[in-house]
């Protein structure tokens, strides 16, 4: 699953920069110029990190962190402050706030894009792990390979981008919504009946014999994997 990054930056130029970078190495990126957009988008889905500007116009960065960090929905999202404030006292504000790293304007790109791949390591290992294990389940990201108990499952694209999905949050129970958000992208209309559908075809997949499913439906609320 394609890690989404939020980049909240006013300087056009710099967010060009960024967006260019990150989606060269794999990154989906999303753009927001103030902290009022980035608001916005944050209440439509929960990016797996975010780069913010120190001095944005209107609220601040680093207001929007503290923000941020008292959210329930994006407490635990990794924060990377990007600024052209050095001094000590400044670092020690911005990491005290709640981000996870902080980087000084100018910067190297290798280290910036380093310096992602080092925070999600220790935030999100499994956004970025290449092999992913839930009880007997084992799915490999480079090989798009899928075994249960040694056996080979095989899967169509769909099943294996919401087995991907699920397999990052383990137990965690996703609405309806939030799969056709995570698995289709926000762009695609999609209906919800057609979550059903490949969560049916999935389940199938990954079950033979009297082996016990490992996809809870949970009603009203929709669907889990392992945990």
């Known amino acids: 699953m394609t890690v989404k990054v939020l980049v909240v930056e006013d300087e056009e130029p710099l967010a060009i920069m960024l967006r260019y970078n990150l989606e060269a190495e794999g990154f ?19 990016p797996d990190l975010i780069v913010l500007d120190w001095m944005l116009p209107g609220v601040s960065g680093i207001e929007l ?83 249960r108990n040694g056996r080979e499952v095989r899967l169509g694209p769909t099943e294996y981008r919401l087995l991907e999905f699920f397999m990052q949050s383990p137990g965690r129970v996703f609405s309806r919504e939030q799969l056709l958000n995570g698995v289709w992208g926000r762009d695609v209309y999609v209906d919800e009946r057609t979550v059903d559908v490949h969560v049916g075809r999935l389940r199938k997949a990954l079950t033979r014999g009297s082996e016990p499913s490992h996809i809870r439906t949970v009603r009203g609320a929709g669907y889990a994997f392992g945990g």
């Open 28 to 46: 989906e990126v999303d753009v927001a110029e103030n902290g009022d957009e980035a608001e916005l988008k944050v209440s439509e889905y929960t």
């Open 65 to 147: 962190c503290r923000r941020f960090r008292i959210s329930k929905s994006l407490r635990s999202v990794p924060i990377i402050m990007l600024t052209a404030k050095g001094e000590e006292a400044d670092r020690v504000r911005g990491l005290s706030t709640g981000a996870d790293d902080y980087v000084v304007k100018p910067f190297s790109v290798p280290e910036f894009i380093a310096r992602i791949r080092a925070v999600l390591r220790r935030t999100s290992p499994e956004r970025i792990a290449d092999v992913l294990c839930v009880r007997d389940v084992t799915l490999n990201r480079e090989t798009h390979q899928v075994s």
